[in-house]
Structure formats: structure tokens, C-alpha cells
């Protein structure tokens, strides 16, 4: 069990990781440091342990990751300082890094990618540019900053690579169609070229592209290693057959075409319900679930939203 690394996304995947793993006797607690079992984490976390690994080897100091970035990036700019649009700057700043894009890169990349920006490309790289030389001027990171840093070490250090490798000799990758490109550079150094990894994902549900992910790096995975086993799941257990069409026609309409069925049984047609804006929505909302409400009974609803600013 030691020499399995498992990688997720997010800390409550990894510690519903960890329950399963207990339920099933993997992994023990009631031995006291007992170092017998996989290591499960995300990507940062992962990457944070070896460099702690390699700096308690070579005696070196392991940078310290920015606390406040808003205000490191006001730091960076001094009186051109971007106000409420420090948050937009810094979603940039992320996507760059995950896409592996420097700032002299910056402008270039937003263009040939069509990506949407709410504030002038060139605005954000010049506050790219400023964040990033105030940041290695006083010894700082980001937490991407720790996945590149890992990624270099292992492959400009012969000794570290071999260790980590051998220490690892299992990569498991959950919610691979997820990855971005500084990630899966990050994988790939963890692999050196070896096969004994086990990949799971579905570049139907990648969600992160928003944020640099691209699902078009877990699907170049069966070329890139040696003539794998690849085990499809067509089987959908979570929606009923009226959700599962609806989403292979969308799916279809992107372009995508899948052999999916569902094992539930029949249940309510899909309505497709366009409203005005946010308020017309929340409206609109609470007249589906009136008449649903019966006085004593506690509801039993669930609104389902993308992102924190409709809620």
C-alpha cells in the first residue's frame, strides 16, 4: 500500500478516499504512525510533501506560499493598484499558471484561445508580470507555484526523480478529464515513462475549464502509454432516462457523441425554462416549489447552481 499515490482534485474527494479505503481495511489508524498505507492527496498537497521531502534532504529552505495575494498583488502594482478587479486579475493569473503561460506569453495565448476577459489582456499582464518579480523578490509562492517547483525537481534531479519514482511505483488519477496542463506536466514526471498507473474520468464532465483544465489531455492518454486497457462504463446509475437523453443530445450538439444508457427507472421529462435574469429566476423558482410545500413537512428540495453568484 505504500507505494501507491493516489491524486484528486479537491480535500473532501481525498478524504472520501481515505473513508473507503478504511471501510475496506486498506488503511489502519490503529496503529500509531503507521506509514503501511497509500498516499492520498491532491495535486498541491502532493506536490507540498516532496518538496518538504526534498528540503529536509538537502537542508534547504521550503518557500513560504502567499497568504494574502489581493494584497501582494496591490503591493505589486503601488498606486496602480486594480481595486474590486483584483480578484478577476488573479482568476488570470491562475488560468496562466495553469496553463503554463508566462506573462510575455499572457496576451498572446487569451487571443489564439478566444478566452473572455472582463479587464484588458494587457492590463493583466503587465499586474502578472509585477505579481510574479514581487513574489520571487521576497521568497514566495502560490499554490501552483508548488506543483511546477515539484514537477522541476524531479526532472532536473536524477537522485530525487529515482527516489519519488520508487517510492511510487502506483499513480492512481481520479477525475483525470480535469487536468491542466501544469498538472498533468506534473503527472507525467511522476510517471517517468512508466505504465502502472490507473486513470479514471469522463471528458463529458470536465468542469474546469474555466480555470485552464483540458479534457483533451486525459483523452490523449491511451496514445501516450503503452497500448493500455481502457474499460468504458456505460452504465449510468444517477439519472433517470429523460435526464441521461437530454444530456447526450447536448452532448451531441457539441459535437461529442456517447453510448451511455441509464439503469434507473422513468421518471419526470426534463423542462427547459429561460427567464430574464436573476431575479426573474429566483422567482420563477419559488412558484415550482410552492405548491409543493405542505404545511409541518419539512421540504425536500434541492436547487442545484454553478456558481455562488445565482445563489
Not at 482534485?9 to 471501510?23: D, G, H, I
Not at 468504458?232 to 446509475?237: A, E, G, Q
Request: proline letters at 5%.
Amino acid at each position: 500500500p505504500a507505494r501507491v499515490l493516489a491524486i484528486t482534485f479537491t480535500r473532501e474527494a481525498a478524504a472520501e478516499m481515505r473513508k473507503r479505503l478504511r471501510s475496506l481495511g486498506v488503511t489502519r489508524h490503529d496503529r500509531a504512525g503507521d506509514l503501511d498505507q497509500p498516499t492520498i492527496g491532491t495535486f498541491h498537497s502532493v506536490a507540498l510533501a516532496l518538496l518538504r521531502r526534498r528540503a529536509a534532504d538537502t537542508s534547504a529552505q521550503l518557500p513560504m506560499v502567499v497568504g494574502n495575494r489581493v494584497s501582494l498583488l496591490d503591493q505589486a502594482l503601488g498606486e496602480n493598484a486594480l481595486g474590486r478587479q483584483s480578484a478577476v486579475v488573479l482568476a488570470e493569473i491562475d488560468w496562466a499558471h495553469a496553463r503554463m503561460v508566462s506573462p510575455e506569453r499572457y496576451e498572446a495565448e487569451v487571443e489564439r484561445t478566444g478566452r473572455k476577459v472582463a479587464v484588458a489582456p494587457a492590463r493583466v499582464a503587465s499586474a502578472y508580470r509585477a505579481y510574479e518579480q514581487l513574489k520571487a523578490k521576497r521568497g514566495l509562492v502560490d499554490l501552483d507555484d508548488l506543483i511546477s517547483h515539484a514537477t522541476r525537481a524531479i526532472n532536473e534531479r536524477v537522485d530525487f526523480a529515482a527516489a519519488t519514482r520508487f517510492r511510487f511505483r502506483h499513480i492512481f488519477v481520479d477525475e483525470a478529464q480535469d487536468m491542466n496542463p501544469l498538472q498533468y506536466s506534473f503527472f507525467e514526471a511522476l510517471r517517468g515513462g512508466r505504465d502502472d498507473v490507473f486513470i479514471v474520468g469522463d471528458p463529458l464532465q470536465a468542469i474546469y475549464g474555466w480555470n485552464g483544465a483540458d479534457p483533451a489531455l486525459f483523452t490523449s492518454l491511451p496514445d501516450a502509454l503503452n497500448r493500455p486497457t481502457v474499460l468504458t462504463l456505460p452504465s449510468n446509475y444517477r439519472c433517470t432516462p429523460q435526464v441521461l437523453a437530454m444530456a447526450t443530445h447536448v452532448a451531441a450538439h457539441n459535437g461529442t457523441t456517447t453510448n451511455v444508457h441509464s439503469r434507473r427507472s422513468s421518471g419526470f421529462p426534463v423542462e427547459y425554462l429561460e427567464v430574464e435574469d436573476e431575479y426573474d429566476e429566483d422567482y420563477l423558482l419559488r412558484n415550482i416549489i410552492a405548491p409543493h410545500v405542505q404545511p409541518g413537512v419539512d421540504p425536500s428540495f434541492a436547487v442545484l447552481a454553478r456558481t455562488h453568484a445565482v445563489l
